[in-house]
Structure formats: C-alpha cells, structure tokens
C-alpha cells in the first residue's frame, strides 16, 4: 500500500473517532449542527469581559444611617455589616406627604375666595417593613435594629455623654439619589408586633448573661421627623431644586 493510502486511511479513522466523540459528548448539538448547510455555524468562540458594579452603588434598599456616637456599640455591631446603617431587607411600604398650606380670604358679596398663601412643609415619613428571621445571625441583626431605634428616641440623660442634648438626627436614604438622599431625619416613634403565631429564632450576643430570641417573622412600624437647620434652610433655592441641584449634596432637601 502507498505512504499516500495509509495516511488517507488514518485520517479517516481519526475522523470517524472525533464523530463519534462529539456525538457522544453533545448527541442534541452533534444532530442539530449535521443539519445546518455549511459555513452555518462560527468557527470560533469570542469572550466578553464581565463589567462587575459596586453593590453599594447599586444597593437602593430603605436605610436609616448609625450617628456616630452609636458606632462603638457592640449590640450595634451587626448594622456595621450594612455599611453602618439599619436595612430594610425587604422592600418596605413607605408613605410620604408634602402640603401647602392656605388661608381663605373670603370678601362680603362674592362669589370666589381667595386662598392666601402661608407655609409649606414636609409631613412625617412613616416606614412599615416587614422582617424575617431564619438563623442566629438574621436574629442578632433584629435585635440591633430594635436597639437602634430604641436608642434614637432617648436623649443624652443622666450621666451620659453630650448630656442635655435631644435623640440624635440620622439620615434617610432609598431608591436611588432622586428620592431620599442623605435625608436628615428624628426618629418620633417605632412600633414592632411579637407574634404569638410565630416561631422564634435564638440570638447569640456577646456579653449577654442569658438567651436572647427573636420572632422569626415581625413587621416594624417607623415615623420619621424631617428636620433642617436655620443654617440649611437659608441656602434653599427653588430655581436649584427644580434644575436638581441639591440632589448629590449632603442637605438631603427633598
């Protein structure tokens, strides 16, 4: 046999070897590319670099902000995984109002009154969430979210630091720059329910003498205060707000 017939009939079989190995390995792709007409399918494979975001840049969850005489807590210590802030991990029902408000000019013999302009101003911001708690760590996390609210509605009393001084002010931030931004905010009042119905959930806090539980499903009720300095309001501009101006900047006008 010829040096030119025996090469031939290698190749053959290292063919037939590759079919059967493609069959083997993909039977759906081999039967689906033996029907294509030729030059069909690419004879090469491209790659695309994956772009990966900053998830803090993207994370536009609801989130109340730890003042920084609360950042050495220890009980708080679980809010300094969510970038220092109480989360709401799941999307919350938050309920916002602004008002003008009127006074009525009301001449003898006419038909119209006239509305006289007085104030305007930004209404409490209430926040009802709800909170599920599966393990130890989701039940620490609970109860540094029930402490820190605890803690925003006390002053600074007794033999305390900064004595004399009201609850600190914290801010509100969620869904992206163009609604709450840096929103300086008071906590007025919280409320959480203890369901009976539900299973609770032990927490292991460090230093605590005995055991510590949370409900494993609670929703938390939260009225907020929006609260602007003298210094702050002076700066307000309605030609600025409009344009966006005031959106970026650490004033949290809304």
Same mark, same amino acid.
């Given at each position: 046999?010829?040096?030119?017939?025996?090469?031939?009939?290698?190749?053959?079989?290292?063919?037939?070897?590759?079919?059967?190995?493609?069959?083997?390995?993909? $039977?759906?792709?081999?039967?689906?590319?033996?029907?294509?007409?030729?030059?069909?399918?690419?004879?090469?494979?491209?790659?695309?670099?994956?772009?990966?975001?900053?998830?803090?840049?993207?994370?536009?969850?609801?989130?109340?902000?730890? $003042?920084?005489?609360?950042?050495?807590?220890?009980?708080?210590?679980?809010?300094?995984?969510?970038?220092?802030?109480?989360?709401?991990?799941?999307?919350?029902?938050?309920?916002?109002?602004?008002?003008?408000?009127?006074?009525?000019?009301?001449?003898?013999?006419?038909?119209? $009154?006239? $509305?006289?302009?007085?104030?305007?101003?930004?209404?409490?911001?209430?926040?009802?969430?709800?909170?599920?708690?599966?393990?130890?760590?989701?039940?620490?996390?609970?109860?540094?979210?029930?402490?820190?609210?605890?803690?925003?509605?006390?002053?600074?009393?007794?033999?305390?630091?900064?004595?004399?001084?009201?609850?600190?002010?914290?801010?509100?931030?969620?869904?992206?720059?163009?609604?709450?931004?840096?929103?300086?905010?008071?906590?007025?009042?919280?409320?959480?329910?203890?369901?009976?119905?539900?299973?609770?959930?032990?927490?292991?806090?460090?230093?605590?003498?005995?055991?510590?539980?949370?409900?494993?499903?609670?929703?938390?009720?939260?009225?907020?205060?929006?609260?602007?300095?003298?210094?702050?309001?002076?700066?307000?501009?309605?030609?600025?707000?409009?344009?966006?101006?005031?959106?970026?900047?650490?004033?949290?006008?809304?």
């Amino acid at each position: 046999m010829a040096l030119n017939d025996i090469v031939n009939a290698v190749g053959t079989v290292v063919n037939t070897v590759n079919t059967v190995n493609d069959f083997v390995s993909d $039977p759906y792709g081999f039967v689906r590319g033996s029907t294509l007409p030729q030059d069909a399918m690419p004879t090469f494979k491209t790659q695309t670099s994956a772009n990966v975001v900053s998830a803090e840049e993207n994370d536009w969850r609801v989130r109340l902000t730890v $003042p920084k005489q609360f950042s050495g807590s220890p009980v708080l210590a679980p809010l300094q995984d969510t970038g220092g802030s109480l989360v709401f991990p799941f999307t919350p029902n938050v309920i916002m109002q602004h008002s003008a408000t009127y006074s009525t000019l009301d001449p003898v013999h006419n038909n119209y $009154p006239f $509305p006289v302009y007085q104030n305007s101003q930004i209404d409490d911001i209430q926040i009802i969430g709800d909170y599920y708690v599966e393990n130890s760590a989701d039940a620490e996390y609970w109860i540094a979210a029930i402490h820190f609210l605890r803690s925003m509605s006390k002053m600074f009393y007794g033999d305390t630091s900064n004595q004399g001084s009201p609850p600190p002010i914290t801010r509100l931030n969620g869904y992206g720059d163009y609604v709450f931004k840096d929103m300086p905010v008071l906590v007025t009042y919280f409320t959480v329910n203890f369901d009976p119905e539900v299973n609770y959930i032990k927490a292991d806090i460090p230093g605590a003498s005995g055991s510590t539980w949370a409900p494993s499903h609670s929703a938390i009720t939260v009225n907020l205060k929006p609260v602007y300095s003298r210094d702050t309001v002076r700066t307000f501009s309605l030609d600025k707000f409009v344009n966006g101006d005031f959106i970026l900047d650490s004033r949290g006008f809304i």
